[in-house]
């Protein structure tokens, strides 16, 4: 006995539908597989195990390739209160992200040369500086108020190599200054002690 046509038909369709649902079901396995790859290489980078951290920094663009740029974020957004990030600065976010093992051949250094070159936009720059306060705070306390001082320091000695007219024995501009006071509040850690200390 033959198939009936319209019931072939029907059975066609019927096949065609659950083949287009599978394909489907396949790709969205594979995007999620490669997420979490991204996830792993990113924690293994990082040294952050914190998944939803790690998920906010892919959110923000930050890769296993990136992640070494983490802690000069916050060089880069005060470099950018002039305006513009002048030559000394440039040096010293490239000497703080050469100790973080960004070479001049990968590219975490061609992600921080664009960030110098355009400024990324100040919702990365809060965005990247909450994240770090997470993670710091993850860490043992002492190692938390070393990095804290480090990054603070880091940051002091950009907003001084720029020049300005603030004062404090340095040329901190204002605009600097309130960067500075921000991150310091941010980071939880006083900006008078990092400068005395």
């Known amino acids: 006995m033959k198939d009936d046509p319209v019931q072939h038909s029907a059975r066609l369709r019927e096949d065609e539908y659950f083949q287009k649902v599978e394909a489907e079901r396949q790709k969205i396995m594979s995007r999620e597989a490669a ?12 040294g952050i195990a914190d998944l939803d951290l790690l998920s906010e920094l892919q959110a923000l663009g930050y890769t296993h390739r990136t992640a070494a740029l983490l802690t000069v974020v916050p060089l880069v957004q005060v470099a950018w209160q002039s305006g513009w990030v002048r030559p000394r600065e440039r040096e010293l976010i490239l000497a703080a992200a050469h100790d973080q093992g960004v070479t001049g051949v990968s590219f975490a250094y061609r992600r921080l040369m664009s960030w110098m070159d355009n400024r990324p936009p100040e919702q990365f720059f809060q965005k990247t500086l909450e994240l770090i306060h997470r993670w710091l705070g993850s860490l043992p306390e002492e190692d938390q108020q070393a990095r804290k001082r480090q990054l603070l320091s880091r940051c002091l000695q950009i907003a001084s190599a720029s020049g300005g007219v603030l004062g404090f024995g340095s040329k901190i501009s204002r605009a600097e200054w309130r960067v500075l006071q921000e991150l310091a509040a941010q980071l939880d850690y006083p900006l008078e002690a990092r400068a005395s200390g």
Do not use: G, M, P
């Open 35 to 46: 997420r979490q790859v991204a996830e792993h290489l990113l924690a293994e980078a990082s």
